[in-house]
């Protein structure tokens, strides 16, 4: 599983980057065959400062995409895991449905 980290506007630190990958690191229970995974941070200039942390998984078929929004960088991207964690299960449940239709 290849990790790339991008940090639009500013530059994150590695306390930052290191939450990050293990955050990553636990979609790999959910699904074995995840090749890449993009993480894209940026935030937004107004009164409060959104951040944003986007994060684009790639598996064999699918590309799978879900965005965290929040007052923390850590925050929005533990939001973004959530989803992308229902979107993993959904996933794995429709494969083993149809793996069994077929038998």
Known sequence: MNISI???KFKARDTLKDFIT???KVLSKYNDDIQN???????QNNKDS???GEIIVQVPGQI???VGESDEFKKSVS????????QLKKLK???TMRIKNED
């Open 93 to 95: 449940t429709k494969r």
């Open 6 to 8: 991008t940090a639009r």
């Open 64 to 66: 799978l995409k879900a």
């Open 37 to 43: 995974v993009d993480v894209i941070l940026s935030y």
């Open 50 to 52: 959104i951040k944003i």
């Open 79 to 86: 939001a973004a895991i959530e989803k992308l964690i229902r």
């Open 22 to 24: 293990d955050e990553v």
